[in-house]
Nanobody
């Protein structure tokens, strides 16, 4: 079971990046699973960024990214996306994707599977 995050990099303030998280493994099914993005900046706790349920009918965002980030998923590709617009230097962090069989929540401990993280750096 693997979650592979990609799309991170360097962006200027006000710019955009799109992160992807693909699930791999022949026996790993994302059917029914909640997918989410978290981020962690140096010296800070891991923070909920956005989450989406299996059907895409329930979506939630952390307060700091509301109105700027969107989340979507393609279940056929077992992939979840995070579109990040109007980036700010405070968005700089390692971004992790995660999955859970529980309803959408911002609680880190509810997520069982984690990707390796992708660095996002926003310059001012």
């Amino acid at each position: 079971v693997q979650l592979q995050a990609s799309g991170g990099g360097l962006a200027q303030a006000g710019g955009s990046l799109r992160l992807s998280c693909a699930a791999s493994g022949r026996t790993f099914s994302t059917y029914g699973m909640t997918m989410a993005w978290f981020r962690q900046a140096p010296g800070k706790e891991r923070e909920f960024v956005a989450g989406i349920n299996w059907t895409g009918t329930t979506i939630d965002f952390g307060d700091s990214v509301k109105g700027r980030f969107t989340i979507s998923r393609d279940n056929a590709k077992k992939t979840v996306y995070l579109q990040m617009n109007s980036l700010k230097p405070e968005d700089t962090a390692v971004y992790y994707c995660a999955s859970s069989r529980r309803p959408l929540t911002a609680v880190v401990a509810e997520y069982v599977y984690w990707g390796q993280g992708t660095q996002v750096t926003v310059s001012s």
